[in-house]
């Protein structure tokens, strides 16, 4: 009965920023790592940020610098904040739990939980 609802897509321009936002329910949140992912058309599901039940994060080359993942235990929220956007960022971003409440993994089968995706487009 896990649930997930994701927010804060829309439209921005190149260089711009947006700030993702993911509601939990139906688990102890603190408990668990959370994940970010994304998938723009015709492509496969692509990791992007990870952060553990204390913190601890971890980030896609492809973001590292751009992006932060942080989540808000009480709140049952995770975020990622979204600076320097570039064309190439347009795709549908995910919010995920992770299975366990140990361990870490950028593979979209180790998370078993998944929000409706938010798109996010990036003009050129």
């Known amino acids: 009965q896990v649930q997930l609802v994701e927010s804060g897509g829309g439209l921005v321009q190149t260089g711009g920023s947006l700030r993702l936002s993911c509601v939990v329910s139906g688990r102890t949140f603190s408990a668990y790592p959370m994940g970010w992912f994304r998938q723009a058309p015709g492509t496969e599901r692509e990791f992007i940020a990870a952060?553990?039940?204390?913190?601890?994060?971890g980030y896609a080359d492809s973001v590292k610098g751009r992006f932060t993942i942080s989540r808000d235990n009480a709140k049952n929220m995770v975020y990622l904040q979204m600076n320097s956007l570039k064309r190439e960022d347009t795709a549908v971003y995910y919010c995920?739990?992770?299975?366990?409440?140990?361990?870490?993994?950028?593979?979209?089968?180790?998370?078993?939980?998944w929000g409706q995706g938010t798109q996010v487009t990036v003009s050129s």
């Open positions: 995920a739990v992770y299975k366990t409440m140990y361990g870490w993994s950028s593979q979209p089968s180790m998370y078993d939980y």
């Open positions: 952060i553990s039940r204390t913190g601890g994060t």
